[in-house]
């Protein structure tokens, strides 16, 4: 028997609340880049987006395990002429906060993004992180930086969700997804949480995200899986159940897609 497959649980619905309040106060933009080499055409996008050259970059390096992350970074992002940075100290969570509360743009960095989530749950910045994005100003993220703005959080090969930074609460980042062969992964992820989008981004690619689309730059594609209009079909005890109208979309370089409608669009 068909059935819309995103409007049994109730958990959904507490989903779908929490998306909507979140998209109410999240006004900053976002760069999520899906790993790799990262074409310079997309890291200054980053910067234009956030405020120029002289504005104050917040680096957040604690997804990787190399002990000098910050100061590569740091390097890295003085050669397309940034001079105010600063490495997040977790530390002295008093001096991160007001870190975050000092950024003009923020970067997260690749590695393991539940290590890096951990880290900042323990610190106590993740509400100061959301905080700072809701106020307007960009974030960008490559590999963990990118799939910890998601709500749902991909954690790992294995499937365990957990919970990201949540600056985009309607969709599920997977990254490097061509490259690292990740459809099924994401596939399986959405047909678990449906009410969700699925945005997988590939290497050396870029999403821009703003006012409920984003348009995708750099080198590659990105692929959307929406089931938010899907319906399944129940099987036997112990088999899985099949699916009908799950929408793919394969997007490059220049093409926009638009997840929500225009808030206060005038009438026709």
Same mark, same amino acid.
């Given at each position: 028997? &068909?059935?819309?497959?995103?409007?049994?649980?109730?958990?959904?619905?507490?989903?779908?609340?929490?998306?909507?309040?979140?998209?109410?106060?999240?006004?900053?933009?976002?760069?999520?880049?899906?790993?790799?080499?990262?074409?310079?055409?997309?890291?200054?996008?980053?910067?234009?987006?956030?405020?120029?050259?002289?504005?104050?970059?917040?680096?957040?390096?604690?997804?990787? &395990?190399?002990?000098?992350?910050?100061?590569?970074?740091?390097?890295?992002?003085?050669?397309?002429?940034?001079?105010?940075?600063?490495?997040?100290?977790?530390?002295?969570?008093?001096?991160?906060?007001?870190?975050?509360?000092?950024?003009?743009?923020?970067?997260?960095?690749?590695?393991?993004?539940?290590?890096?989530?951990?880290?900042?749950?323990?610190?106590?910045?993740?509400?100061?992180?959301?905080?700072?994005?809701?106020?307007?100003?960009?974030?960008?993220?490559?590999?963990?930086?990118? &799939? /910890?703005?998601?709500?749902?959080?991909?954690?790992?090969?294995?499937?365990?969700?957990?919970?990201?930074?949540?600056?985009?609460?309607?969709?599920?980042?997977?990254?490097?997804?061509?490259?690292?062969?990740?459809?099924?992964?994401?596939?399986?992820?959405?047909?678990?949480?449906?009410?969700?989008?699925?945005?997988?981004?590939?290497?050396?690619?870029?999403? /821009?995200?703003?006012?409920?689309?984003?348009?995708?730059?750099?080198?590659?594609?990105?692929?959307?899986?929406?089931?938010?209009?899907?319906?399944?079909?129940?099987?036997?005890?112990?088999?899985?159940?099949?699916?009908?109208?799950?929408?793919?979309?394969?997007?490059?370089?220049?093409?926009?897609?638009?997840?929500?409608?225009?808030?206060?669009?005038?009438?026709?």
């Amino acid at each position: 028997m &068909a059935r819309p497959c995103a409007s049994l649980a109730p958990v959904v619905v507490f989903l779908l609340a929490f998306t909507l309040v979140s998209n109410l106060s999240a006004t900053g933009k976002l760069v999520v880049i899906g790993g790799g080499a990262i074409p310079d055409s997309v890291r200054k996008t980053f910067i234009e987006l956030g405020g120029g050259t002289n504005a104050h970059l917040l680096l957040i390096p604690q997804a990787s &395990a190399r002990e000098h992350e910050g100061e590569t970074l740091r390097k890295l992002f003085a050669g397309f002429g940034m001079q105010r940075m600063t490495v997040l100290d977790l530390s002295d969570p008093k001096n991160a906060r007001k870190q975050i509360r000092d950024a003009e743009a923020v970067w997260i960095g690749g590695g393991q993004q539940k290590d890096l989530m951990n880290k900042l749950e323990q610190a106590g910045v993740v509400v100061d992180l959301r905080a700072r994005f809701r106020s307007g100003i960009t974030f960008g993220g490559t590999s963990a930086g990118a &799939a /910890v703005m998601s709500d749902l959080m991909i954690a790992g090969d294995a499937l365990p969700i957990d919970h990201g930074l949540a600056l985009w609460p309607e969709v599920i980042v997977d990254q490097h997804f061509v490259a690292r062969k990740r459809f099924n992964r994401s596939l399986r992820t959405i047909q678990e949480h449906p009410e969700k989008i699925g945005v997988g981004i590939d290497e050396g690619t870029a999403v /821009v995200v703003s006012d409920g689309e984003f348009k995708v730059i750099g080198v590659s594609s990105v692929t959307v899986i929406d089931a938010r209009n899907a319906t399944c079909e129940s099987r036997e005890s112990g088999l899985e159940g099949s699916w009908r109208n799950i929408r793919l979309h394969w997007l490059r370089a220049g093409q926009v897609f638009r997840y929500r409608e225009k808030r206060n669009a005038p009438a026709r």
